[in-house]
């Protein structure tokens, strides 16, 4: 019988031949990918039990770090180098986007010039895991002298840098997830959720809510959202208006003209109901005469309208809330001013 053939090799054995498989060697790339998953399952749990190790650990220094952060009337100064500066770039970022205005110093620039940058009233977080960081240890002294509050993250608190702080936050791990214990990666996993914990813990402190952030990223698609009043999306011209004595087969045609699937009846400028597509379709099952009855006679008396000036998201809210797909926008006068749909974005 021809067909495929398995053959277990060792590494002696003579060149395969056409059809066969080494299925020791199969196996042998089997048990790699196996290995692979379960060095990655054994880097993430470890690095997961050293930031619970380091939450259980947190105490007074913690507060008294945001405290002092809350309390400064200058910016938060982050200063680190390396895998500890890309982290601090990172913290910079977060803390300037919500609500702590700061800034990243690159310490090796700073001993050349840029320690012109520091206010008196600002202050400073020095990122390093040993304290020894010589391009950190050179700035000390002058940082000492302008008279700055320092706040230290570092894995080893007994280092120079612990020393000249005010505040010690450590972020001290067992061992690297590194095979060579040498390539920073729990430690800098660690640096970057206490800086996490620390913005959490001020967003919490400050009341710093979702319009605030919006505020900061107006680019965004959730500070659109956040920063969009009805007024700016809104339908406001051909808007499909009609009386309320329209015969409802002309309103027929007034809501397929309009594209919105609604008109509304307007007298003496003042809105008095609306009809959609929704409702002529249940006019049509209950067979209304189309010719002899008028728009009036199924309309919606006092829909809800909302004003201008709301918010997009919450009127996206009402709308969901009432399971509706448009709103009539009106003034105080209850004067209609266009027509919001849940698409408007």
Do not use: W
Not at 257 to 277: A, F, K, M, S, W
């Amino acid at each position: 019988m021809r067909g495929l053939q398995i053959s277990i090799l060792n590494p002696l054995s003579p060149p395969l031949k056409k059809g066969e498989v080494n299925y020791g060697q199969f196996m042998t790339n089997k048990n790699k990918e196996s290995s692979i998953l379960a060095i990655a399952k054994e880097s993430l749990t470890e690095q997961a039990k050293a930031l619970i190790n380091m939450a259980e650990g947190l105490g007074d220094e913690f507060e008294k770090a945001v405290n002092l952060i809350l309390q400064t009337k200058g910016r938060v100064v982050i200063c680190g180098m390396g895998k500890s500066g890309l982290v601090g770039k990172k913290i910079t970022a977060t803390f300037a986007s919500t609500g702590t205005p700061s800034f990243f110093m690159h310490p090796a620039e700073a001993f050349h010039g840029d320690l012109g940058m520091l206010a008196r009233e600002d202050l400073l977080i020095l990122i390093s895991y040993s304290g020894e960081t010589e391009e950190i240890i050179n700035l000390l002294p002058s940082i000492k002298h302008f008279g700055n509050t320092i706040i230290s993250i570092v894995g080893n608190t007994e280092s120079s840098m612990a020393k000249y702080s005010d505040i010690v936050l450590s972020v001290k791990v067992e061992r690297e997830v590194c095979p060579n214990n040498l390539a920073p990666t729990t430690s800098t996993l660690a640096t970057m959720g206490i800086g996490d914990a620390l913005a959490v813990a001020l967003i919490k402190e400050r009341n710093f809510q979702a319009e605030d952030f919006a505020r900061y990223h107006p680019g965004g698609s959730l500070g659109k959202r956040l920063l969009t009043r009805v007024a700016d999306v809104m339908h406001n011209s051909n808007l499909p208006v009609i009386s309320s004595d329209i015969p409802l087969r002309e309103a027929v045609l007034a809501i397929s003209e309009g594209r919105l699937g609604l008109v509304v009846i307007v007298e003496n400028n003042q809105v008095e109901g609306i009809v959609t597509d929704g409702d002529l379709r249940r006019a049509l099952v209950n067979q209304v005469d189309l010719n002899h009855s008028s728009i009036g006679d199924i309309m919606t008396t006092k829909p809800i309208t909302i004003e201008p000036e709301m918010m997009l998201v919450d009127a996206e809210a009402l709308m969901l809330e009432k399971k509706i797909k448009a709103l009539v926008v009106a003034d105080q006068n209850n004067q209609m001013v266009g027509i919001l749909e849940i698409f408007d974005r």
